[in-house]
T-cell receptor, first 112, second 115 residues
Framework: DAGVTQSPTHLIKTRGQHVTLRCSPISGHKSVSWYQQVLGQGPQFIFQYYEKEERGRGNFPDRFSARQFPNYSSELNVNALLLGDSALYLC???????????FGPGTRLLVL | ELKVEQNPLFLSMQEGKNYTIYCNYS?????LYWYRQDPGKSLESLFV?????AVKQEGRLMASLDTKARLSTLHITAAVHDLSATYFCAVDMKHSGAGSYQLTFGKGTKLSVIP
């Protein structure tokens, strides 16, 4: 069975641009969470979705938004990119959001 | 605000030696996880600890949980080079309102095992 998949794997953007990151959960999992991992730090929670509804949001500005589709895949959108948004963005899935979360390979975003 | 602290942040050890990584957290938690991350890679789940006194072992790694002390340990026995990685502990807590479970991570312990 395929694990969590994310696309793209790498991305380079310039300040002020917009980016969309995509995630497909493990088959059967209905919850997706997004995390940001800045170099040298632990991941920080951004969003959790379950059954297409936002269940939780971390301490991130409104420039960050997400959604979950009927097939449980998810998109993370970031507007007006800043240099500080450069990070590894991790998606994690679980059955309902209340169990062990399994992480995808991540999308490495570089903002110049 | 939930805080998770790991120590040490950097650990260099010789092959064959034993060592322990510590993880303290500031409030009552539902679950505690240990993850491994290799350079440039994603997070691999190692252990999930659910209750006070829980102990889990896999190969040369053993994790334990003391919920009264809000402390988890990851013990490494007879280290080998393949264990070199960054190890994170993460605490899972249900937040009220929307009811989401959010993982709060420590800063990680970068382990280097030297031949």
């Amino acid at each position: 069975d395929a694990g969590v998949t994310q696309s793209p794997t790498h991305l380079i953007k310039t300040r002020g641009q917009h980016v969309t990151l995509r995630c497909s959960p493990i088959s059967g999992h209905k919850s997706v969470s997004w995390y940001q991992q800045v170099l040298g730090q632990g991941p920080q929670f951004i969003f959790q979705y379950y059954e297409k509804e936002e269940r939780g949001r971390g301490n991130f500005p409104d420039r960050f938004s997400a959604r979950q589709f009927p097939n449980y895949s998810s998109e993370l959108n970031v507007n007006a990119l800043l240099l500080g948004d450069s990070a590894l963005y991790l998606c994690a899935s679980s059955w309902t959001g209340e169990e062990t979360q399994y992480f995808g390979p991540g999308t490495r975003l570089l903002v110049l | 605000e939930l805080k998770v602290e790991q120590n040490p942040l950097f650990l260099s050890m010789q092959e064959g030696k034993n060592y322990t990584i510590y993880c303290n957290y500031s409030t009552t938690s539902d679950r505690l996880y240990w993850y491994r991350q290799d350079p440039g890679k994603s997070l691999e789940s190692l252990f999930v600890l659910l209750s006070n006194g829980a102990v889990k072992q896999e190969g040369r790694l053993m994790a334990s949980l003391d919920t009264k002390a809000r402390l988890s340990t990851l013990h490494i026995t007879a280290a080998v080079h393949d264990l070199s990685a960054t190890y994170f502990c993460a605490v899972d807590m249900k937040h009220s309102g929307a009811g989401s479970y959010q993982l709060t991570f420590g800063k990680g312990t970068k382990l280097s095992v030297i031949p």
